[in-house]
Each structure stands twice: as C-alpha cells, then as structure tokens.
C-alpha cells in the first residue's frame, strides 16, 4: 500500500535552533502533502497544506516564517522549524494524497510523526 | 463545510466485548468518511473508509463502519475487542481531497 516516510522521528534542539522534518512518498506521487501538529491527548491541527512547485497555504494562526515549508518535488516536502523555542515542541505529522488515485486520490496516508523537544 | 463529531472521547470495553466508536458528519454533498487509529507516538493508519459503494465497510483488523445517511453517522464496530486495539481512533471526512475534516478523536481502552 502507500507509504509515507518522515524523518527524523524524534529530534532535541537548543531553543534559537532550526530544526528540519521530511516527508516523502515512497510508492506515489503527490502534488499535495499536508502538515499537522498534535499537542497530548488532542486531535490533529493542520498547519499548513504543501503544494508540490508553489507556496503553501498556512491555516490562521499559523506563522509563515516560523513554520517554513517546501515541497519541490512530487515525493518530497519539508517542514522548518526555524528559531524554535520550547513552545514549538510537539508532535509534527506530514501526510500526502496519492495525486494518480492508484491508492484512492481522497485517501490520506500518514506518516509516522516527528516529536520535536525543543530546550 | 464539512465536520465531524466523535461522542465520546474516551470509551472503555472488556476484552472480547463489542467495540462501538460513534461519528457523525454534516456535509451537504455526498462524503468520503475515513476511521484512522493512532498508536502512542505514532502517524495515523487508516483502518477503512468509506467512498460512496457499499454502506458496510470492511476494514483492517476486524473493524467496520456502516454508513448512514439518514443518520449522518458511521460508527465503528468491532464484534471483539483485542488488548491490542488500544488506542486513539480518528474519524475524518472529505469532499474534494483538498481539504480533510478530522474529528477529536475517541481514546478506546480495552480492561483484561
């Protein structure tokens, strides 16, 4: 079935930092990836969606310069942490839609999340 | 816009009872309805979705939903709960792919 990889699963940084998260597609192409955080015991928060050759589209409330995205290529956007500071810490998850619909284009495949603990 | 509502966000069952997981979904056009499950420190796995064929719907390790539109509901079912099943459930809805509508999610806990 489809896979989605995302790197590094757990990462520590100093506050003032950046920290980088990727999120690949193993066996599909997708023109749209999308990034979530979840705080404990809540459900997911959508970030931003990462849309394969142009900008993404950051949900309100969700700083742009904070949260740096790029997905510039069909199998592979990041996630940028840029100056993170102990607030940031959470957990990041990236999924992507299989945009040729061989795995169902309306179908969300997850990745398996990034705990980022920022001192 | 679409949404959905999980009753409940945290149910309890004995080991080998009826698993029952509530969602309900608004939307004003035809929706594809996703169940994921979410181990600790883990992404989401779809167990099964729902796209418009059968109402029934079969999913991975046992678990199926039956969709209902005269309810707007698509509960989640499984005959027998496992200890393994223990875990947080999401369900989801979406019109167009673009945009995926997630509900608060159900935490099950399985009692030996």
């Known amino acids: 079935g489809a896979v989605v990889s995302q790197h590094p699963s757990r990462v520590i940084c100093k506050s003032g930092t950046s920290v980088k998260i990727e999120c690949r597609s193993l066996?599909?192409?997708?023109?749209?990836m999308f990034w979530y955080r979840q705080f404990p015991k809540q459900s997911l928060m959508l970030m931003a969606t990462?849309?394969?050759?142009?900008?993404?589209?950051?949900e309100q409330g969700v700083e742009k310069d904070k949260f740096l995205i790029n997905h510039a290529s069909l199998t592979l956007s990041t996630l940028t942490v840029t100056s993170a500071h102990p607030e940031d810490s959470s957990f990041y998850i990236c999924?992507?839609?299989?945009?040729?619909?061989?795995?169902?284009?309306?179908?969300?495949?997850f990745g398996a999340g990034s705990r980022l603990t920022v001192l | 816009a679409q949404s959905v509502t999980q009753l409940g966000s945290h149910v309890s069952v004995s080991e080998g009872a009826l698993v029952l997981l509530r969602c309900n979904y608004s939307?004003?056009?035809?929706?594809?309805l996703f169940w994921y499950v979410q181990y600790p420190n883990q992404g989401l796995q779809l167990l099964l979705k729902?796209?418009?064929?059968?109402?029934l719907v079969k999913g991975i390790n046992g678990f199926e939903a039956e969709f209902k539109k005269s309810e707007t509901s698509f509960h989640l079912t499984k005959p027998s709960a496992h200890m393994s099943d223990a875990a947080e459930y999401f369900c989801?809805?979406?019109?167009?792919?673009?945009?995926?509508?997630f509900g608060t999610g159900t935490s099950l806990t399985v009692i030996p």
């Open positions: 999924s992507a839609r299989d945009s040729g619909g061989y795995f169902g284009a309306n179908v969300l495949t």
């Open positions: 066996d599909f192409q997708a023109t749209t």
């Open positions: 990462s849309n394969e050759g142009s900008k993404a589209t950051y």
């Open positions: 939307s004003s056009v035809p929706p594809y």
């Open positions: 729902y796209t418009s064929a059968a109402t």
């Open positions: 989801a809805v979406t019109v167009t792919g673009n945009q995926f509508y």
